[in-house]
Protein backbone atom coordinates (compact mmCIF):
# COMPACT_ATOMS: atom_id res chain seq x y z
CA UNK A 1 0.00 0.00 0.00
CA UNK A 2 1.08 3.59 -1.02
CA UNK A 3 0.32 6.32 1.03
CA UNK A 4 0.50 9.75 0.94
CA UNK A 5 3.20 11.77 2.83
CA UNK A 6 1.18 14.99 2.68
CA UNK A 7 0.12 14.28 6.36
CA UNK A 8 3.62 13.53 8.10
CA UNK A 9 5.62 15.64 6.08
CA UNK A 10 3.06 18.70 5.02
CA UNK A 11 6.14 20.92 4.11
CA UNK A 12 7.85 18.74 1.45
CA UNK A 13 5.77 20.39 -2.12
CA UNK A 14 8.33 18.98 -4.48
CA UNK A 15 9.82 15.41 -5.45
CA UNK A 16 11.21 12.98 -7.23
CA UNK A 17 9.33 9.70 -8.52
CA UNK A 18 8.56 6.72 -10.55
CA UNK A 19 5.47 5.80 -12.60
CA UNK A 20 4.08 2.83 -11.48
CA UNK A 21 1.29 3.11 -13.53
CA UNK A 22 1.39 5.24 -16.56
CA UNK A 23 -1.54 6.91 -18.45
CA UNK A 24 -3.70 10.01 -17.24
CA UNK A 25 -4.52 8.03 -14.03
CA UNK A 26 -0.68 7.85 -12.74
CA UNK A 27 0.58 5.52 -9.07
CA UNK A 28 3.40 6.83 -8.62
CA UNK A 29 6.63 4.94 -6.07
CA UNK A 30 5.82 7.80 -3.69
CA UNK A 31 3.63 10.86 -3.17
CA UNK A 32 3.38 14.51 -1.27
CA UNK A 33 0.15 15.01 -2.89
CA UNK A 34 -2.84 14.66 -0.52
CA UNK A 35 -5.45 12.52 -1.71
CA UNK A 36 -9.17 13.34 -0.98
CA UNK A 37 -10.18 12.67 2.40
CA UNK A 38 -11.99 13.58 5.80
CA UNK A 39 -13.32 16.56 4.54
CA UNK A 40 -10.02 18.03 3.18
CA UNK A 41 -9.95 18.57 -0.75
CA UNK A 42 -7.10 17.03 -2.93
CA UNK A 43 -3.88 18.88 -3.45
CA UNK A 44 -3.43 20.75 -6.78
CA UNK A 45 -0.47 21.06 -8.50
CA UNK A 46 1.81 19.16 -11.12
CA UNK A 47 3.19 15.89 -12.39
CA UNK A 48 5.79 15.45 -15.09
CA UNK A 49 4.60 18.86 -16.13
CA UNK A 50 0.85 17.92 -16.23
CA UNK A 51 -1.67 19.67 -14.43
CA UNK A 52 -2.93 17.49 -11.81
CA UNK A 53 -6.77 17.36 -11.50
CA UNK A 54 -7.57 15.33 -9.03
CA UNK A 55 -6.44 12.49 -6.49
CA UNK A 56 -7.97 9.78 -4.95
CA UNK A 57 -7.24 7.26 -2.53
CA UNK A 58 -8.76 3.63 -2.82
CA UNK A 59 -7.04 2.35 0.27
CA UNK A 60 -4.65 0.22 -1.60
CA UNK A 61 -3.02 3.02 -3.83
CA UNK A 62 -3.19 6.80 -4.81
CA UNK A 63 -4.07 7.71 -8.13
CA UNK A 64 -3.16 11.18 -9.69
CA UNK A 65 -5.50 12.27 -12.42
CA UNK A 66 -3.54 14.65 -14.90
CA UNK A 67 -4.47 16.70 -17.52
CA UNK A 68 -1.77 14.52 -20.20
CA UNK A 69 -0.34 11.12 -20.11
CA UNK A 70 2.64 9.73 -18.05
CA UNK A 71 4.42 6.55 -18.99
CA UNK A 72 5.52 3.58 -16.82
CA UNK A 73 9.16 3.50 -16.02
CA UNK A 74 9.81 7.24 -16.24
CA UNK A 75 11.14 9.57 -13.42
CA UNK A 76 8.80 12.21 -12.87
CA UNK A 77 8.83 15.45 -10.24
CA UNK A 78 6.00 16.19 -8.82
CA UNK A 79 5.16 20.01 -7.43
CA UNK A 80 2.44 20.55 -5.03
CA UNK A 81 0.26 24.00 -5.43
CA UNK A 82 1.84 25.74 -2.35
CA UNK A 83 -1.01 28.16 -2.01
CA UNK A 84 -3.31 25.98 -1.82
CA UNK A 85 -1.77 23.25 0.62
CA UNK A 86 -1.43 26.30 2.75
CA UNK A 87 -4.56 27.15 2.91
CA UNK A 88 -5.84 23.42 3.46
CA UNK A 89 -3.24 22.88 6.48
CA UNK A 90 -4.30 26.72 7.76
CA UNK A 91 -7.88 25.47 7.12
CA UNK A 92 -7.71 22.21 9.14
CA UNK A 93 -5.63 23.11 11.55
CA UNK A 94 -8.45 25.94 12.46
CA UNK A 95 -11.02 23.55 12.15
CA UNK A 96 -9.47 21.36 15.18
CA UNK A 97 -8.61 24.59 17.10
CA UNK A 98 -12.38 25.80 16.96
CA UNK A 99 -13.35 22.14 17.95
CA UNK A 100 -11.09 22.69 20.83
CA UNK A 101 -13.01 26.32 21.83
CA UNK A 102 -16.09 24.25 21.07
CA UNK A 103 -14.90 21.72 24.53
CA UNK A 104 -14.89 24.58 26.53
CA UNK A 105 -18.19 26.32 25.49
CA UNK A 106 -20.55 23.41 24.95
CA UNK A 107 -22.11 20.81 26.49
CA UNK A 108 -21.68 16.87 25.61
CA UNK A 109 -19.37 18.17 22.51
CA UNK A 110 -19.22 15.64 19.54
CA UNK A 111 -17.70 16.04 15.74
CA UNK A 112 -19.99 14.79 13.19
CA UNK A 113 -18.66 16.33 9.77
CA UNK A 114 -16.36 18.69 8.29
CA UNK A 115 -15.60 20.23 4.89
CA UNK A 116 -12.76 22.11 3.41
CA UNK A 117 -14.01 24.52 0.45
CA UNK A 118 -12.31 26.82 -1.26
CA UNK A 119 -13.54 30.18 0.61
CA UNK A 120 -15.19 28.54 3.77
CA UNK A 121 -14.63 25.59 6.29
CA UNK A 122 -17.66 23.68 7.58
CA UNK A 123 -17.50 22.37 10.96
CA UNK A 124 -20.70 19.88 12.34
CA UNK A 125 -20.60 19.73 15.86
CA UNK A 126 -23.28 17.81 18.09
CA UNK A 127 -24.14 19.18 20.97
CA UNK A 128 -26.94 19.70 23.51
CA UNK A 129 -26.09 23.24 24.26
CA UNK A 130 -27.95 26.49 22.70
CA UNK A 131 -25.71 27.70 20.44
CA UNK A 132 -26.84 31.56 20.26
CA UNK A 133 -24.73 34.69 18.64
CA UNK A 134 -23.43 35.38 22.06
CA UNK A 135 -21.71 31.72 22.07
CA UNK A 136 -20.64 32.10 18.51
CA UNK A 137 -18.45 35.59 19.46
CA UNK A 138 -16.95 33.90 22.24
CA UNK A 139 -16.43 30.35 19.79
CA UNK A 140 -13.89 32.97 17.59
CA UNK A 141 -12.86 35.14 20.09
CA UNK A 142 -11.40 31.67 21.33
CA UNK A 143 -10.39 30.54 18.56
CA UNK A 144 -7.99 33.48 17.63
CA UNK A 145 -6.65 33.76 20.96
CA UNK A 146 -5.63 30.03 20.67
CA UNK A 147 -3.71 30.97 17.43
CA UNK A 148 -2.63 34.60 19.07
CA UNK A 149 -0.85 32.19 21.83
CA UNK A 150 1.20 30.50 19.47
CA UNK A 151 0.74 26.46 20.36
CA UNK A 152 2.37 23.69 19.06
CA UNK A 153 0.81 21.01 17.06
CA UNK A 154 2.06 17.80 16.28
CA UNK A 155 1.53 14.67 14.90
CA UNK A 156 1.97 11.09 15.83
CA UNK A 157 0.33 7.18 15.32
CA UNK A 158 -0.70 5.48 18.53
CA UNK A 159 -2.21 1.90 18.44
CA UNK A 160 -6.01 1.79 17.87
CA UNK A 161 -7.05 0.40 20.96
CA UNK A 162 -4.98 2.87 23.08
CA UNK A 163 -6.25 6.11 21.21
CA UNK A 164 -10.12 4.97 21.49
CA UNK A 165 -9.59 3.97 24.71
CA UNK A 166 -8.90 7.67 25.45
CA UNK A 167 -11.67 10.08 26.49
CA UNK A 168 -9.67 13.30 25.49
CA UNK A 169 -9.30 12.33 21.53
CA UNK A 170 -12.00 13.62 19.37
CA UNK A 171 -13.32 11.20 16.48
CA UNK A 172 -15.60 12.09 13.73
CA UNK A 173 -17.39 8.56 14.39
CA UNK A 174 -19.55 9.05 10.56
CA UNK A 175 -15.66 9.28 8.59
CA UNK A 176 -13.44 7.55 11.24
CA UNK A 177 -10.67 10.00 10.16
CA UNK A 178 -7.54 9.12 10.63
CA UNK A 179 -8.15 5.53 11.55
CA UNK A 180 -6.01 3.07 8.73
CA UNK A 181 -5.67 -0.48 10.17
CA UNK A 182 -4.55 -1.02 13.37
CA UNK A 183 -3.09 2.71 13.86
CA UNK A 184 -4.74 5.89 14.43
CA UNK A 185 -3.14 9.29 13.51
CA UNK A 186 -3.37 11.79 16.15
CA UNK A 187 -3.36 15.35 15.38
CA UNK A 188 -2.68 17.41 19.40
CA UNK A 189 -2.72 21.07 19.66
CA UNK A 190 -0.69 21.65 22.77
CA UNK A 191 -2.86 21.91 25.90
CA UNK A 192 -5.84 22.82 23.43
CA UNK A 193 -7.03 20.03 21.86
CA UNK A 194 -6.07 16.12 20.56
CA UNK A 195 -8.11 14.50 17.97
CA UNK A 196 -7.69 11.44 15.17
CA UNK A 197 -7.27 13.39 11.80
CA UNK A 198 -5.75 12.06 8.77
CA UNK A 199 -4.88 15.36 7.21
CA UNK A 200 -2.53 18.01 6.64
CA UNK A 201 -1.76 20.72 9.44
CA UNK A 202 0.37 23.68 10.23
CA UNK A 203 3.43 23.40 13.06
CA UNK A 204 1.78 26.15 15.53
CA UNK A 205 -1.31 27.76 15.51
CA UNK A 206 -0.04 31.21 14.49
CA UNK A 207 0.58 29.86 11.02
CA UNK A 208 -3.56 29.81 11.36
CA UNK A 209 -3.70 33.38 10.94
CA UNK A 210 -6.78 35.65 11.91
CA UNK A 211 -10.44 32.89 11.95
CA UNK A 212 -13.90 34.62 11.53
CA UNK A 213 -16.85 32.77 12.32
CA UNK A 214 -19.17 33.09 8.79
CA UNK A 215 -22.63 31.42 9.69
CA UNK A 216 -24.19 28.78 12.24
CA UNK A 217 -27.60 26.86 11.22
CA UNK A 218 -29.24 23.10 12.60
CA UNK A 219 -28.59 21.09 9.89
CA UNK A 220 -30.41 18.25 11.96
CA UNK A 221 -31.75 17.58 15.33
CA UNK A 222 -28.96 18.23 18.02
CA UNK A 223 -26.55 19.28 15.46
CA UNK A 224 -24.61 22.81 15.13
CA UNK A 225 -22.66 23.52 12.09
CA UNK A 226 -20.55 26.30 12.11
CA UNK A 227 -18.87 27.80 8.96
CA UNK A 228 -15.64 30.16 9.39
CA UNK A 229 -13.20 31.61 7.14
CA UNK A 230 -9.31 31.82 7.28
CA UNK A 231 -7.61 34.03 5.29
CA UNK A 232 -8.67 36.71 2.97
CA UNK A 233 -12.02 35.94 3.33
CA UNK A 234 -12.41 35.72 6.94
CA UNK A 235 -10.24 39.22 6.64
CA UNK A 236 -12.75 41.41 4.37
CA UNK A 237 -15.91 39.79 6.10
CA UNK A 238 -14.46 41.63 9.18
CA UNK A 239 -13.98 44.58 7.53
CA UNK A 240 -17.47 44.81 5.84
CA UNK A 241 -18.78 43.58 9.32
CA UNK A 242 -16.70 46.67 11.13
CA UNK A 243 -17.88 49.19 7.99
CA UNK A 244 -21.60 48.32 8.39
CA UNK A 245 -21.65 48.55 12.21
CA UNK A 246 -19.70 51.75 11.84
CA UNK A 247 -22.13 53.24 8.79
CA UNK A 248 -25.08 52.26 11.36
CA UNK A 249 -23.60 54.61 14.20
CA UNK A 250 -22.92 57.42 12.24
CA UNK A 251 -26.34 57.59 10.91
CA UNK A 252 -27.65 57.07 14.84
CA UNK A 253 -25.40 59.38 15.60
CA UNK A 254 -23.81 56.95 18.70
CA UNK A 255 -20.82 54.47 18.93
CA UNK A 256 -20.49 50.77 17.98
CA UNK A 257 -20.64 49.46 21.48
CA UNK A 258 -23.87 51.74 22.35
CA UNK A 259 -25.45 50.48 19.16
CA UNK A 260 -27.88 47.96 20.60
CA UNK A 261 -29.17 50.28 23.18
CA UNK A 262 -29.47 52.77 20.78
CA UNK A 263 -31.54 50.63 18.28
CA UNK A 264 -33.62 49.08 21.55
CA UNK A 265 -34.59 53.03 21.98
CA UNK A 266 -35.76 53.72 18.53
CA UNK A 267 -38.02 50.47 18.75
CA UNK A 268 -39.28 51.49 21.67
CA UNK A 269 -39.53 55.07 20.55
CA UNK A 270 -41.26 53.96 17.29
CA UNK A 271 -44.30 51.42 19.11
CA UNK A 272 -45.37 54.21 21.47
CA UNK A 273 -45.70 56.67 18.10
CA UNK A 274 -47.44 53.81 16.10
CA UNK A 275 -50.01 53.74 19.37
CA UNK A 276 -50.68 57.62 19.21
CA UNK A 277 -50.75 57.47 15.54
CA UNK A 278 -53.67 54.48 15.64
CA UNK A 279 -55.21 56.30 18.61
CA UNK A 280 -55.09 60.27 17.42
CA UNK A 281 -56.68 58.22 14.06
CA UNK A 282 -59.37 56.18 15.47
CA UNK A 283 -60.58 59.33 17.55
CA UNK A 284 -60.45 61.51 14.05
CA UNK A 285 -62.77 59.13 12.92
CA UNK A 286 -64.67 58.75 15.90
CA UNK A 287 -65.13 62.64 15.56
CA UNK A 288 -66.27 62.35 11.84
CA UNK A 289 -68.79 59.53 12.35
CA UNK A 290 -70.25 61.31 15.33
CA UNK A 291 -70.73 64.19 13.09
CA UNK A 292 -72.47 61.78 10.25
CA UNK A 293 -75.03 60.75 12.96
CA UNK A 294 -75.94 64.16 13.95
CA UNK A 295 -77.12 65.01 10.49
CA UNK A 296 -79.68 62.00 9.88
CA UNK A 297 -82.26 61.73 6.54
CA UNK A 298 -85.51 60.59 6.10
CA UNK A 299 -85.19 57.50 3.68
CA UNK A 300 -88.24 55.13 2.64
CA UNK A 301 -89.76 56.15 6.30
CA UNK A 302 -86.73 55.20 8.15
CA UNK A 303 -83.81 57.32 10.21
CA UNK A 304 -80.72 57.08 7.77
CA UNK A 305 -77.17 58.44 8.32
CA UNK A 306 -74.56 58.28 5.36
CA UNK A 307 -71.64 59.93 4.49
CA UNK A 308 -67.56 60.01 3.61
CA UNK A 309 -64.98 58.87 6.21
CA UNK A 310 -61.35 58.30 5.42
CA UNK A 311 -60.63 55.08 7.46
CA UNK A 312 -59.99 51.40 6.27
CA UNK A 313 -62.49 48.94 6.11
CA UNK A 314 -61.98 47.29 9.68
CA UNK A 315 -62.66 50.88 11.44
CA UNK A 316 -65.71 51.27 8.68
CA UNK A 317 -67.40 48.01 9.85
CA UNK A 318 -67.03 48.70 13.06
CA UNK A 319 -68.59 52.01 13.61
CA UNK A 320 -71.59 50.90 11.90
CA UNK A 321 -71.59 48.35 14.22
CA UNK A 322 -71.50 50.39 16.82
CA UNK A 323 -74.76 52.73 14.96
CA UNK A 324 -76.71 54.24 17.93
CA UNK A 325 -79.82 52.86 18.28
CA UNK A 326 -82.37 55.79 17.67
CA UNK A 327 -80.95 55.51 14.07
CA UNK A 328 -82.06 52.86 11.17
CA UNK A 329 -79.59 52.99 8.78
CA UNK A 330 -75.62 54.01 9.07
CA UNK A 331 -73.71 53.70 5.68
CA UNK A 332 -70.01 54.76 5.78
CA UNK A 333 -68.00 55.28 2.48
CA UNK A 334 -64.36 56.01 1.65
CA UNK A 335 -63.17 58.69 -0.71
CA UNK A 336 -62.05 56.17 -2.86
CA UNK A 337 -65.50 53.95 -3.03
CA UNK A 338 -65.20 51.34 0.23
CA UNK A 339 -68.14 51.36 2.12
CA UNK A 340 -70.05 49.31 5.38
CA UNK A 341 -73.63 49.61 6.18
CA UNK A 342 -75.11 48.60 9.41
CA UNK A 343 -78.56 48.28 9.59
CA UNK A 344 -81.55 47.89 12.64
CA UNK A 345 -84.90 47.10 10.73
CA UNK A 346 -83.72 46.35 6.90
CA UNK A 347 -81.43 43.81 5.26
CA UNK A 348 -78.39 45.67 5.25
CA UNK A 349 -76.69 43.25 2.66
CA UNK A 350 -79.63 44.49 0.28
CA UNK A 351 -78.57 47.97 0.81
CA UNK A 352 -75.41 46.88 -0.08
CA UNK A 353 -76.90 44.84 -3.78
CA UNK A 354 -78.60 47.95 -4.03
CA UNK A 355 -75.54 50.35 -4.03
CA UNK A 356 -73.72 48.00 -6.43
CA UNK A 357 -76.01 46.81 -8.79
CA UNK A 358 -76.21 51.33 -9.11
CA UNK A 359 -72.50 52.36 -8.66
CA UNK A 360 -70.66 48.92 -9.74
CA UNK A 361 -68.12 47.25 -7.25
CA UNK A 362 -68.97 44.44 -5.00
CA UNK A 363 -69.94 43.04 -1.12
CA UNK A 364 -72.14 41.34 1.01
CA UNK A 365 -72.39 40.45 4.52
CA UNK A 366 -75.14 39.88 7.35
CA UNK A 367 -78.92 41.78 8.20
CA UNK A 368 -76.57 43.75 10.27
CA UNK A 369 -73.37 44.57 8.53
CA UNK A 370 -72.67 44.66 4.97
CA UNK A 371 -69.58 45.85 3.40
CA UNK A 372 -68.56 46.39 -0.68
CA UNK A 373 -65.47 47.89 -2.31
CA UNK A 374 -64.44 48.32 -5.69
CA UNK A 375 -67.67 51.02 -6.34
CA UNK A 376 -67.21 53.38 -9.65
CA UNK A 377 -67.70 56.44 -8.27
CA UNK A 378 -66.56 58.81 -4.88
CA UNK A 379 -68.11 58.84 -1.69
CA UNK A 380 -69.90 61.77 -2.13
CA UNK A 381 -72.04 60.51 -4.95
CA UNK A 382 -72.72 57.50 -2.88
CA UNK A 383 -73.99 59.84 -0.46
CA UNK A 384 -75.76 62.35 -2.69
CA UNK A 385 -77.96 59.45 -4.35
CA UNK A 386 -79.00 58.17 -1.07
CA UNK A 387 -79.98 61.38 0.18
CA UNK A 388 -81.53 62.62 -3.36
CA UNK A 389 -83.70 59.52 -3.61
CA UNK A 390 -84.73 60.33 0.11
CA UNK A 391 -88.64 59.56 -0.57
ZN1 LIG B 1 -7.07 17.66 10.95
Redesign the pocket.
Known sequence: MVSSKAADDPETLEFEATVEHGGSDVVLSETYFYPEG?GQPPDRGTIGGHEVLDVRSDGERIAHVLDGQLTAGETVSGVVDPNFRRYCMRA??A??VLYGAGRRLFEELGYAGFDIGPEKVRVDLTTTSRVDDETLVELERLVNRCVWESRDVTWRRLPKEEALARDDVAFNTKTEEGITGETVRI?EVDGWDV?A?G?T?VRNTRQIGPVTVLERSNPGEGMTRVEFAVGPEGIDRRASEKRAALDAATELETSVTELADEATRIREDRNALRDELESARTELIETRVSSIIEDPFERDGLRWAAGVVEADANHLSEAVRDRPDELDVLVLITPTGQLAVGSGPIDASEIVDELTAEFGGGGGGSPDVAQAGGLDVDGETVVGYLKRTDT
Open positions: GHTSHVACGH
